[in-house]
T-cell receptor, first 116, second 114 residues
Framework: GENVEQHPSTLSVQEGDSAVIKCTYS??????FPWYKQELGKRPQLIID?????GEKKDQRIAVTLNKTAKHFSLHITETQPEDSAVYFC???????????????FGKGTLLTVNP | DAGVIQSPRHEVTEMGQEVTLRCKLI?????LFWYRQTMMRGLELLIY????????DSGMPEDRFSAKMPNASFSTLKIQPSEPRDSAVYFC????????????FGQGTRLTVV
């Protein structure tokens, strides 16, 4: 099955700096890679996702890159703000088995702290 | 749509008691995931269903855990008997079941077994 590794586990940056979180996955059949943000005491919520037919996607201060050959993908947050402080999870979705296997596997999470 | 709805939001129970967690999927979704979240292990997938059928239950810790989908919009996760190590936040999430669509999470149930 799929294995998703996420680094770093904690990341502290100064307000205005950039933050980068990296993930690797093991199953070459995976074709959907979402990123979730979880604030303290709340549910994980999707912030951006990328599908295997593109290498990069951007949404305002957030961007995600995907390298299918190397099986890794990254989240980039620019001009960080204190409200970006949260736990971020990457995930990979296994799209094989004739379309019947929709298992979403998460990384362990990265606690991002943005210091004012 | 109100999103994925879980109940109860909080549950405190004594060791040995039966606990049932409930989840209502978003209308039109046909994939359902149960996750357990702890500080030590992060988000662990327990089981997932597609079209009411359990596809992968390899994450279910042991026989004390069971999950069902009695219909297309509702699921239960039961722990019997409960143990203190089961204390965690349990999330369910639903999606439309295609390989590249978003999974929406419920608010979670914080379970404490004393």
């Amino acid at each position: 099955g799929e294995n998703v590794e996420q680094h770093p586990s904690t990341l502290s940056v100064q307000e205005g700096d950039s933050a980068v979180i990296k993930c690797t996955y093991s199953d070459s059949a995976s074709n959907y890679f979402p990123w979730y943000k979880q604030e303290l005491g709340k549910r994980p919520q999707l912030i951006i996702d990328i599908r295997s037919n593109v290498g990069e996607k951007k949404d305002q201060r957030i961007a995600v890159t995907l390298n299918k050959t190397a099986k890794h993908f990254s989240l980039h947050i620019t001009e960080t703000q204190p409200e970006d402080s949260a736990v971020y999870f990457c995930a990979a979705k296994d799209g094989n088995s004739g379309g019947s296997n929709y298992k979403l596997t998460f990384g362990k999470g990265t606690l991002l702290t943005v210091n004012p | 749509d109100a999103g994925v709805i879980q109940s109860p939001r909080h549950e405190v129970t004594e060791m040995g008691q039966e606990v049932t967690l409930r989840c209502k999927l978003i209308s039109g979704h046909n994939s359902l995931f149960w996750y357990r979240q702890t500080m030590m292990r992060g988000l662990e997938l327990l089981i997932y269903f597609n079209n009411n059928v359990p596809i992968d239950d390899s994450g279910m810790p042991e026989d004390r855990f069971s999950a069902k989908m009695p219909n297309a919009s509702f699921s239960t996760l039961k722990i019997q008997p409960s143990e203190p190590r089961d204390s965690a936040v349990y999330f369910c999430a639903s999606s439309q079941g295609h390989s590249n669509t978003e999974a929406f999470f419920g608010q979670g149930t914080r379970l404490t077994v004393v």
